[in-house]
């Protein structure tokens, strides 16, 4: 069975820093994975998609970079800055197209001004 | 990308009552489904909502409880049925296209149950 794991679960750093969420799963015979940010009381924002034969994705100060064969992720954000504070959702799709994700418990950053 | 939407955004129900939630999405998508993410917790996924045919739901989750209707592409239901306190969760829909793999979440249903 899949499972996903997420550390830290809460982090804080000071604005400007540079951070790494890390995200492991156990099966490593995933479709795709996804990074989402979920503001307090909110849905989920998708932020990457890795597809299961690429390295990395970046979307502006995100870099989202996979190995499959370790079955880990991270999620690298540069400058940081108060407004990404929020949780942050780690998701794997099992290897078949079209079937629903598989979250971890996230990661809860706050970004200090 | 797909723009999904909700109702209602939130609710407070009586114990015992149901409340059905609404999930619409811009563009015909293949697969849509449901999920629950009770206080402090991540998101479990609840059922499969596909076009035509009945529901495919996850262990624990039972179709009397949480009803779901899906009649076109487009659209689906999910009643949560008989509500308890332990059912106070945010219902989170969300859509699939077979290309490109990318799931699409809406901004969720926030029930309380008194």
């Known amino acids: 069975k899949q499972e996903v794991t997420q550390i830290p679960a809460a982090l804080s750093v000071p604005e400007g820093e540079n951070l790494v969420l890390n995200c492991s799963f156990t099966?490593?015979?995933?479709?795709?994975l996804q990074w989402f940010r979920q503001d307090p009381g909110k849905g989920l924002t998708s932020l990457l998609l890795i597809q299961s034969s690429q390295r990395e994705q970046t979307s502006g100060r995100l870099n989202a970079s996979l190995d499959k064969s370790s079955g880990r992720s991270t999620l690298y954000i540069a400058a940081s800055q108060p407004g990404d504070s929020a949780t942050y959702l780690c998701a794997v799709s099992p290897n078949q197209a079209g079937t629903a994700l598989i979250f971890g418990k996230g990661t809860t950053l706050s970004v200090s001004s | 990308s797909a723009v999904i939407s909700q109702k209602p955004s939130r609710d407070i129900c009586q114990r015992g009552t149901s409340l059905t939630i609404q999930c619409q999405v811009d563009s015909q998508v293949t697969m849509m489904f449901w999920y629950r993410q009770q206080p402090g917790q991540s998101l479990t996924l609840i059922a499969t909502a596909n076009q035509g045919s009945e529901a495919t739901y996850e262990s624990g989750f039972v179709i009397d409880k949480f009803p779901i209707s899906r009649p076109n592409l487009t659209f689906s239901t999910l009643t949560v049925s008989n509500m308890s306190p332990e059912d106070s969760s945010i219902y989170l829909c969300?859509?699939?296209?077979?290309?490109?793999?990318?799931?699409?979440f809406g901004p969720g249903t926030r029930l309380t149950v008194t």
């Open positions: 969300s859509a699939h296209r077979a290309s490109g793999g990318e799931q699409y």
């Open positions: 099966d490593s015979a995933i479709y795709n």
